[in-house]
């Protein structure tokens, strides 16, 4: 694919998505830190669900070490893997306290040290609390770079390194939501929209659905 259809692959998105943002609702880049965790492996919908009853009792690390384990199990729930994730939440809050004052990190390195917390996580907390152009590959946006043919590649660092590449510049800092916004809704696992689809005559997928 050439950077002249990347580009205009990405006009188009950004034409339909103006503002595009992560769907998990967070007031603070310590809530997103805490969803982000918490959507491991479970829908941006749960969680939301989850962490409207916990952020009003408890939405700070000092907060969450005071409500201790079992008490954040009970909060979280209904969320896949909730034993693992909350020890991790809890040790990433006395972290916090213990090495930043209470505050989420704003560097990559220091982010990593987490439990918890990868490259994908600290890629999201990078860019959508703190404004940096980084990409988080996900399931949906090596999908959707794959499938097109944006940014091809076997693994999720390979497609991640070559996003950051191929992604005209005044767009690096949205490519992340708006691909994974693409993939969530239009260029779909089982069954992509390639009908309503509007970049759909710049994608080179092959084997393009007929029908919705």
């Known amino acids: 694919m050439n950077s002249a259809k990347r580009r205009e692959i990405f006009i188009r998105l950004q034409s339909a998505n103006p503002n595009p943002t992560t769907e998990l609702e967070y007031n603070t880049p310590f809530e997103l830190l805490v969803a982000v965790i918490l959507s491991a492996q479970a829908t941006d919908k749960g969680v939301n669900l989850a962490t409207r009853k916990l952020f009003p009792i ?11 384990e079992a008490g954040l199990r009970d909060y979280i729930k209904t969320i896949g893997l909730f034993k693992a994730k909350a020890r991790n939440i809890l040790a990433t809050c006395q972290l916090l306290v213990q090495d930043h004052d209470g505050q989420v990190p704003r560097t990559r390195e220091k982010l990593e040290e987490l439990p918890g917390v990868g490259r994908k996580t600290a890629n999201v907390i990078l860019n959508t609390a703190f404004g940096e152009p980084t990409i988080a590959v996900d399931t949906h946006i090596f999908r959707v770079a794959n499938r097109t043919g944006i940014a091809p590649g076997k693994n999720v ?7 950051l590449k191929v992604v005209p510049k005044e767009f690096r800092h ?11 809704y239009v260029c779909k696992a089982r069954k992509p929209g390639c009908p309503s689809c509007i970049i759909n005559t710049l994608c080179e997928f092959k084997e393009k659905t007929l029908s919705v």
Request: hydrophobic share 45%; proline share 3%; charged share 25%.
């Open 58 to 68: 408890a939405n700070t690390p000092d907060k969450i070490i005071v409500l201790g």
């Open 157 to 163: 660092w390979e497609v991640e390194q070559k996003l």
């Open 174 to 184: 949205d490519a992340h939501h708006l691909l994974i916004l693409h993939g969530r």
